[in-house]
């Protein structure tokens, strides 16, 4: 059944390319019909939860469960031994990095629960489904498991030490990937003939990813067809429907997948997680739909981290200050388990961002990926995107100090030209468009950048240092993948757009209707959206890296044009006419196919519910319009940008706080400006966050010491500003609709600025560099020789 249309008729004028239209789905949502996965009930259904460890790191020796299948309500408990002798297979895990030498990914068998040993506090060790939640949780006090703890180690640079307590057998030194990409020899050379080298040790810090909503689901099992149905929010239902498949050992067409509203994710929810087999093994065992619910504290321990990278970086510089090379080594903290895309940020996304805006003879990236004994690991905004250009940022900002030039003029003499694009990278990408020092010249003048230094005065009247940063930064969108365009022409008169990207809170369907209205001319108010039904698509690479417009766009345009030609067919048949005389225009009531020099004509809407209505239609005429279609994919695109944080730093207190932003992006053609300032405002959010306030911490037992909002600290609306956000749009020439992503960008653009910028507010008092978050506490003891200076 569809649901009701929602949104008002603006006008096809209104839902224009390039208007700001307000997003179609925010009055349900306001009105609090939203449903997300909590809200979800099914007939029947108990309730799960899950027992973790305690422990870091120890061997299980037992499992007591006798006393918990005793209490009320309780209908089964699982554990790993369970789920292995009933067939259940191993979580998906990552992904062999291209560029990678020596041995290939070690990815361990990664067990929904755990069987044996136990690898990192949180970790699922047993599930108990009984009638209620709270009786569920009740039967977990009850479980004995006997644990004979191991030593455990939660930094990467730690656990690739020799002597480090070893996780897993097969991974030997811990390391799960080895990865290189450059040329030894001649990065090597240009840094021996370097005037200048700068060298930097680099920490991005480790985040808890904390979307609005936790985590959800509930497994269904249908005897009758041996079917497992997963009610579960997520970032894209046919990619999990797949990787259901693989760990409960059964054909994708035994899986369904359904996903309503996502209250946020940023790359947390794109994987399968444990719970999701446990659930679906439950469901089959007992004969009834069994649903779990993360709660805010238990999420610290069971959603995936980000980042948590040690790096040393260097850049080589002759001596005008141009570029000869840049050199990463370090490690990537994966956590206990490989988990999704846990390989990509500090290898190959390394890699390929770490080049940014300036042009750049060698690169040499070095890096491994460690097993600890933390929370596993995945993508998180940006997923090594925002990470290397942080780093290369950050070099660039110190070897100008170092060297006595201008960091403006140095960005200057390094900048990729216009004139070179396409640009080829030696990351191995091959930039298509891009206009960056005009970038920078209007990010300067917007700043008022010769204005500083009379609010530096009157931030040090006050007592307050004040500093300026840029991060002048560089995306590689993710790369190709197909995705579903299905138009379906709905009998009560709307349209509905099918494609396997999903909205876990951008707005989808806003700017996919803008799309849909300047090829076919649907007005907004008609169009639907249906992302979360695994068996409706038959193609879906989900949302993440900034690709979604690029991808579901460039398929609704190719499906459109389906649409048009099975138009034309069937409005010459019913209008009586030839097909090559049949002509599509879109008027200001909607698109509409029309006798060429005629007033003969049918609107689209009108021909399609004509077409459901028809009988013996002659074989060549479509009986309808509806088109089911697979976009091949379009290459990286390179969003890019320029941003300039102020802030000011109380030395009495070591508090920082940004005082001053300002955007200017090249996001190539923007179809809604209005959705796009938003992904630039959340994503500078997030930025601030990490850079000034977001920090995980485990103490030398493996024990977490950030476990709840008491100890880790989110932005608020108080540690932020207003942004000063523009626009500076070169299309990209590589997609249908000329554009390059947003959705990670304000990450991209906000660590290196507002680090830059404390930094220059540090530096008179002799502080070359300080790692993220510039809490007050490191701050304080930056400014008083109780760090390194760098």
Known sequence: ??????????????????????????????????????????????????????????????????AARAMPGVHLIVTGEMMREAGIGRLPQGFQQPGSEAAPLISPPYPPLAIDRVRYVGEPVACVVAETAAQAKDALEAILVEIDPLPAVTTAGDAAAAGAPQLHDSAPGNIALRFHHGDRAKVAA??????????????????????????????????????????????????????????????????????????????????????????????????????????????????S????????????????????????????????????????????????????????????????????????????????????????????????AEMGIDPIELRR???????AMPYAAPSGMTYDSGEFPAILDQALARADWEGFAARRAESAARGLLRGRGIGHYLEVTAPPSREMGGIRFDADGGVTIITGTLDYGQGHLTPFAQVLASKLGVPGARVRLLQGDSDELIAGGGTGGSKSLMASGAAIIEASDLVLARGKKAAAHLLEAAEADIE?????????????????????????????????????????????????????????????????????????????????????????????????????????????????????????????????????????VAIDNEFHPVPARTNLLGAKGCGEAGCAGALPAVMNAVVDALRPRGVRHLDMPATPDRVFAALHGELPAG
């Not at 870091?56 to 006798?66: F, L």
């Not at 990463?328 to 390929?352: D, E, I, Q, R, Y």
């Not at 003499?413 to 004139?419: D, K, W």
Request: hydrophobic fraction near 40%; charged fraction near 20%; proline fraction near 7%.
């Open 1 to 66: 059944m569809n649901p009701p249309f929602d949104a008002p008729d603006l006008g096809l004028e209104k839902f224009a390319l390039g208007q700001p239209v307000p997003r179609l789905e925010d009055p349900s949502l306001l009105r609090g019909e939203g449903r997300y996965s909590d809200d979800i009930s099914r007939p029947g259904q108990l309730h799960a939860a899950m027992l973790r460890s305690r422990h870091a790191h120890g061997r299980i020796v037992a499992i007591d469960s006798e």
């Open 190 to 303: 240009a840094f021996a003939q370097a005037a200048h080298v700068t060298k930097l040790d680099l920490r991005n810090n480790r985040l808890v990813v904390c979307p609005m909503e936790p985590r959800s689901a509930i497994g269904e099992y249908d005897g009758g067809t041996g079917r497992f149905t997963l009610h579960v929010g997520c970032q894209g239902v046919f990619g999990l429907r797949s990787a259901l498949a693989e760990v409960m050992t059964v054909g994708v067409e035994k899986i369904h997948v359904l996903t309503g509203n996502v209250g946020g994710s940023f790359g947390m929810k794109a994987g399968c997680y444990p719970e999701y087999p446990v659930l679906l093994h439950a469901a089959r065992r007992l004969g009834r739909p069994v649903k779990w619910t993360d709660e805010r504290s238990e999420s610290f321990l069971s959603d």
């Open 305 to 400: 981290h980000g980042r948590d990278h040690e790096m040393h970086a260097e850049l080589a510089l002759d001596a005008a200050g141009g570029i000869l090379a840049v050199r990463v080594t370090g490690f990537g903290n994966v956590g206990a388990w490989l988990t999704n895309a846990a390989s990509v940020p500090p290898t190959g996304n390394a890699a390929k961002n770490i080049v940014g805006v300036y042009a750049t003879p060698l690169i040499e990236i070095d890096t491994a990926c460690v097993f600890t004994n933390t929370t596993p690991v995945g993508p998180y905004r940006g997923a090594g995107r925002p990470e290397g250009n942080y780093y290369i940022e950050r070099l660039i900002e110190t070897a100008a």
């Open 413 to 419: 003499r390094n900048l990729i030209r216009p004139e």
């Open 584 to 720: 599509f225009t879109i008027a200001p009531e909607g698109g509409r196919f029309a006798i060429a020099g005629t007033d003969r004509a049918i609107s689209l809407l009108d021909l399609a519910a004509r077409l459901r209505e028809a009988t013996n239609l002659p074989a060549d005429v479509p009986a309808s319009l509806d088109v089911r279609h697979i976009h091949q994919g379009a290459p990286s695109a390179f969003p890019n940008g320029c941003h300039i944080a102020e802030v000011e730093i109380d030395p009495e207190t070591g508090t920082a706080r940004v005082v001053r932003y300002t955007a200017i992006n090249d996001f190539g053609t923007v179809v809604n400006p209005l959705l796009v300032a938003g992904q630039v405002q959340g994503g500078i959010a997030q930025g601030i966050g990490q850079a000034l306030l977001e920090a995980t911490h485990y103490d030398s037992e493996g024990q977490p010491l950030t476990g709840s909002y008491m100890d880790y600290a989110l932005p608020r609306a108080g540690d932020l």
